[in-house]
């Protein structure tokens, strides 16, 4: 007697993968994503030169051909600016936020490890830190260095490393007091393969979350420096130097501010929903 075997249906990719993302967050994935290419790929994708003028296309309204969002008080492209904008803003925003993480996180490390007066120490420096008005020590010594591309960097890597100090310490002693550090130190790992191979591996996940947290608040506070005039400078652009200087024209030609404006807020907004659902995702006890 023959018996036929039931075949069933392959099922879908989307059915196997059931990554169950809420629909805000796909939107803010794609944006990220799309702004990250947009970086990458601003030189081939912008019509024009960002010091490029067109003194009889002065204020062209958004929509005009060959000027899809308008252009500026001199005549320059404000899609092109844009672009360039977001390269450099992200730039800055990236390097900070690594740079902040890097510092937070050895520092937390180091607290972790050596305790006494190397705990201390690092603590007291993180209260001062979180006590000390950041935009104001970095408008002094913005205007009293001069600004450039890797001061900035360097001036907003060092906000924010306080959180990833006091949580790389919390994390690192509980991670000893487990007990799988202690065991890894008895079989005669140095202090710098546990923290680096055994420890960092653990807490990598709340330490990620942290970066998606600080990282929009580093692009809000470069767009507030380049606003008051002491973050990018011409003739280089960003997303707040341009919203700094499409003020003068609000109601004129408000599409110069207008623009920018608007790829902060999502940017910032993305990052956030990126960032809350990652906490939910990654951190068992919400879990």
Partial sequence: MMTTATVLPAPHLLTRIRLKMPFLVVLSMIWIATMV???IFADQIRPYDITRMDLMARLAPMGTPGHLLGTDELGRDVLSRLIQSIRVSLVIAFGATILSAVLGTTLGFLAAQFRGWVEHLVMALADFQAALPFMIMSLAVLAFF????????????????????RIARGLAISASAQGYAAAVVQLGANPRRVYLRHILPNVASTLIVSMTLTFPEIILMESGLSFLGLGVQPPQSSLGNMVGFGREYLTRAPWIMLAPSVVIVLTTLSISLMGDWLRDRLDPTIR
Avoid: I, K, P, T
């Avoid at 600004?147 to 959180?163: A, I, K, N, Q, T």
């Fill in 37 to 39: 290419l947009v970086a």
């Fill in 146 to 165: 001069g600004s450039s591309m890797w001061l900035l960097v360097c001036l907003m890597g060092f906000y924010g490393w306080e959180r990833y100090a």
